[in-house]
């Protein structure tokens, strides 16, 4: 209603769901699971340790923005700042000519440096970014088309940053369609579980350990 264009997130290739495709989707599901502990140990560790260095909130968010400003002269661009949506749509299409294979890497350390300068735009969308990335480059090396590891990264770095995967579920429905819902359902659960107790937000209480033993009632962990 107010002329705001939605990102059109189309996938772009799905791979029948096989045996040999569900194992290497499994598989990648495993490494998005670290690749979410290493974006929730950052954006945890790095804020805290410039409130460390730097107590007083205006000085660090100067000198943190120095740091920010840096980082951008030296990756060439703006594309780690913000939303970084045109560069999701690129890995959904399968088009990886423009992105590095370390973007993921980068994209954790400009949103980590961006929270301690607290300019707190919000860690979702970096991590749909981070899980696009990842994934459109690791799909490949496991045998699955880039877009659907895109896709599957997305999903799987959402539900194990916020600890919910019924939300990525839908999510994925809702960008991706319901033709790879296999992939989503099998790889959600397995990141979901292996990201452990970690989270974004250290006020979420984990209620129940996710490997079994019953009732552990803990904060997330950063």
């Known amino acids: 209603m107010m002329g705001v264009a939605g990102h059109d997130w189309t996938l772009a290739q799905v791979a029948p769901f096989t045996l040999k495709n569900a194992c290497a989707a499994a598989v990648l599901a495993a490494l998005c699971a670290f ?8 954006l945890g560790k790095i804020p805290a340790l410039a409130r460390r260095v730097m107590p007083r909130p205006y000085i660090r968010a100067a000198v943190m923005a120095l740091i920010l400003i840096g980082l951008t002269l030296l990756s060439g661009g703006q594309q780690y700042n913000g939303a970084g949506s045109e560069w999701i749509t690129l890995c959904l299409e399968g088009d990886l000519s423009v992105i590095p294979p370390y973007a993921f890497l980068v994209k954790i350390l400009f949103t980590a440096v961006s929270v301690a300068a607290c ?38 770095l959402f539900g194990s940053v916020t600890n919910c995967p019924l939300a990525s579920l839908f999510i994925c429905f809702e960008m991706f ?25 250290h006020s979420q209480t984990i209620r129940f350990s996710k490997f079994g033993g019953g009732r552990v009632d803990e904060k997330a962990h950063h």
């Open 119 to 156: 300019f707190k735009g919000g860690e979702i969308v970096p991590s749909l970014f981070v899980g696009a990335t990842f994934g459109a480059y690791a799909g490949p090396l496991l045998g699955l088309p880039a877009p659907l590891g895109a896709a599957i990264g997305m999903g799987c």
């Open 177 to 201: 369609g319901f033709e790879g819902w296999p992939y989503y359902m099998l790889c959600g659960a397995i990141a979901y579980t292996l990201s452990g107790n970690f989270g974004l937000y």
């Open 35 to 42: 690749v979410s502990i290493l974006l929730v140990w950052a």
